[in-house]
């Protein structure tokens, strides 16, 4: 009998413990809400204009710094592309690459001034409240601005061992298939985070088509 009785307080124990693990490896997949000023700056900094009306935001953070890039990002990229002239500290690219190994969730805790959707795939969630908030158009009622407008996509943010600096990505995504991706770099001056550097990972652009050239005279008699 108290073999028995050992065995359930034992078993009791166990499953307090691989309970508490799972709890710790789900809050610790969470982006903490002192990320979120990172982003905030990176909006309203680079992508925000006077005729921004709603920012879509792909709700899952990207692992990779290029389109055709199928896997999360690696030292040997970042080595290879030598971002910022290679002047990255090695204990920040190496924390960036560990907090990106999978996807996270964003959440609603942005707060750059004006409405945002979160999308992911082609489906656009549909706004909240405490999210997105109508915008008006000259004459007319209250109305949501149309999220086909530049969508944006992020990656965790990375901190250094001494968290004096932090590193993450960023990507626009447009319409007609254009857009750019970028690492942004920011130190810390005191207690306030600044936008230190800026380095592009990637673009894409329409190519234009070139003009057709009028044909030259044939050299030979008719």
């Known amino acids: ?4 009785l050992v065995l359930f307080v034992m078993a009791l124990l166990c499953a307090d413990v691989l309970l508490g693990l799972s709890g710790a490896v789900t809050e610790s997949d969470r982006i903490p809400a002192e990320d979120y000023p990172f982003y905030d700056q990176v909006v309203t900094s680079t992508f925000l204009t006077s005729a921004t009306q709603l920012v879509v935001i792909e709700r899952l953070t990207r692992l ?3 389109p055709d890039q199928g896997e999360p990002t690696t030292i040997g990229a970042f080595q290879e592309q030598e971002y910022f002239e290679g002047e990255l500290p090695s204990d920040l690219i190496r924390a960036f690459i560990s907090v990106n190994r999978a996807p996270s969730r964003l959440e609603g805790r942005f707060h750059f001034g004006i409405g945002y959707r979160f999308a ?3 489906q656009i969630e549909e706004p909240e409240v405490s999210l997105a908030r109508p915008v008006t158009v000259a004459h007319a009622i209250p109305v949501q601005a149309s999220p086909l407008l530049e969508r944006l996509a992020f990656s965790r943010v990375a901190r250094n061992v001494r968290n004096d600096q932090a590193l993450q990505y960023v990507e626009v995504l447009r319409p007609d ?5 970028f690492l942004v770099w920011f130190r810390r001056q005191g207690q306030t985070w ?7 990972a990637w673009t894409i652009q329409v190519e234009e088509e070139q003009e057709q050239e009028p044909e030259g005279e044939s050299n030979l008699a008719p």
Do not use: E
């Open 1 to 4: 009998m108290m073999t028995r």
């Open 64 to 66: 990779r710094l290029s």
């Open 120 to 122: 992911t795939g082609d």
């Open 177 to 181: 298939g254009t857009g750019a991706g």
């Open 194 to 200: 600044r936008l230190f550097d800026t380095a592009v």
